[in-house]
């Protein structure tokens, strides 16, 4: 079964801090991952995706990284902000219709 | 100004009433999807549709249905059937099938 585990469940760090999510999966045959922010009552929005060949993407104070061997990737964020506090959702796709959610990454920044 | 729009924000059902979730989207794009969203778990899908008049059942699609009569708008019935529909949901579209998917900002329904 196609499984997509996301630690920590949640985190509280300070402003101006950084942090690594955590996201291991067992999906197969691998296609993408993609890593989505989710504020509080609103719709996911695409941080970034990532194929097989990559190791690593950055977009602003976030990068991602790619093992595909060991089928982890990660989520660096850099000096915080307040408007970091959001869910941050691993999703890996198989091709085709089958995408997987983890469950997130529940991130509170604080002053 | 491109993107994609769910309607009502928040709803609220009486038990054994049916309720339509409205999602429209102008970005051009084929596919569509619902998902369904509870506390501490992964989006499950519910029903998508990658192109009109057609659509194919998620993993939770009892107690819910779709139509897909025109590219833009795939609304989602929640029907008495659904014995917990409490819950957030989310519509997506991307432009082809499960390709990177735009997220619509959610309708939390709630039973009461």
């Known amino acids: 079964k196609n499984q997509v585990e996301q630690s920590p469940q949640s985190l509280i760090i300070l402003e101006g801090k950084n942090c690594t999510l955590q996201?291991?999966?067992?999906?197969?045959?691998?296609?993408?991952l993609r890593w989505y922010k989710q504020d509080t009552g609103r719709g996911p929005v695409s941080l970034t995706i990532?194929?097989?060949?990559?190791n690593t993407k950055s977009n602003g104070r976030y990068t991602a990284t790619l093992d595909a061997d060991t089928k982890q990737s990660s989520l660096h964020i850099t000096a915080s902000q307040l408007s970091d506090s959001a869910s941050y959702i691993c999703v890996v796709s198989a091709g085709g219709r089958a995408l997987t959610f983890g469950s997130g990454t529940r991130l509170q920044v604080q002053p | 100004d491109g993107g994609i729009t769910q309607s009502p924000k928040y709803l609220f059902r009486k038990e054994g009433q049916n309720v339509t979730l409205s999602c429209e989207q102008n970005l051009n794009h084929d596919a569509m999807y619902w998902y369904r969203q509870d506390p501490g778990q992964g989006l499950r899908l519910i029903y998508y549709?990658?192109?009109?008049?057609?659509?194919q059942k998620g993993d939770i699609a009892e107690g819910y249905s779709v139509s897909r009569e025109k590219k833009e708008s795939f609304p989602l019935t929640v029907t008495s059937a659904q014995k917990n529909p409490t819950a957030f949901y989310l519509c997506a579209s991307s432009i082809g099938g499960f390709n990177e998917a735009f997220f619509g900002q959610g309708t939390r329904l709630t039973v009461v």
């Open positions: 549709s990658q192109i009109v008049n057609d659509f």
């Open positions: 990532m194929t097989f060949s990559e």
């Open positions: 996201c291991n999966y067992t999906v197969s045959p691998f296609s993408n």
